[in-house]
């Protein structure tokens, strides 16, 4: 199924009066498109994210320009560039390209992997530390027992118990 990009989309499915705003709006998608297309050439090899459409457009439904990004996306008319930007909230996003810009893409510097998360502690070292824990927490229950805290110290011998029962 094709349709006119320039038209916005309903489905078949959507009541009559979301097809009469779609209708209603058919010249208002084309222009908001060419602008935005427009913009993209005018940010040249630097790019645009979608906070600067925000502030473009500052009277419109964020979902219009962003629909009209996202079709000049699809079509190959706007790439994106490898490359994001923090926007006003310190969000990161996509830095869009013209594609008369894009150049080579694999060329620029790309996004760098986060790095690998550590290793695991070693389950010895693990099992040491927790019987240390069982140990304190006794000696913490013991004090307050003395000091007529039954209730808690009955709560922190059993979190002892507990961290001896994971140690075995």
Request: hydrophobic share 35%; proline share 7%.
């Amino acid at each position: 199924m094709t349709r006119d990009l320039f038209t916005p989309a309903t489905r078949r499915t959507d009541p009559d009066t979301s097809h009469k705003a779609a209708r209603s709006l058919e010249g208002t998608a084309a222009s908001i498109r060419s602008v935005v297309e427009k913009l993209a050439r005018e940010a040249g090899p630097a790019g645009l994210i979608d906070d600067d459409l925000v502030l473009a457009f500052p009277d419109a439904p964020e979902s219009s320009f962003r629909k009209r990004r996202s079709e000049l996306h699809q079509e190959g008319v706007l790439v994106d560039s490898g490359r994001r930007r923090r926007n006003r909230h310190g969000n990161e996003e996509i830095i869009w390209v013209h594609r008369d810009f894009a150049g080579d893409i694999e060329a620029r510097p790309r996004r760098q992997p986060p790095a690998p998360t550590p290793a695991p502690r070693d389950n010895a070292e693990l099992y040491v530390r927790g019987k240390a824990w069982a140990k304190k927490l006794d000696e913490f229950a013991a004090q307050m027992k003395a000091e007529g805290r039954g209730l808690f110290a009955n709560d922190l011998n059993t979190a002892a118990d507990t961290m001896r029962e994971l140690t075995k």
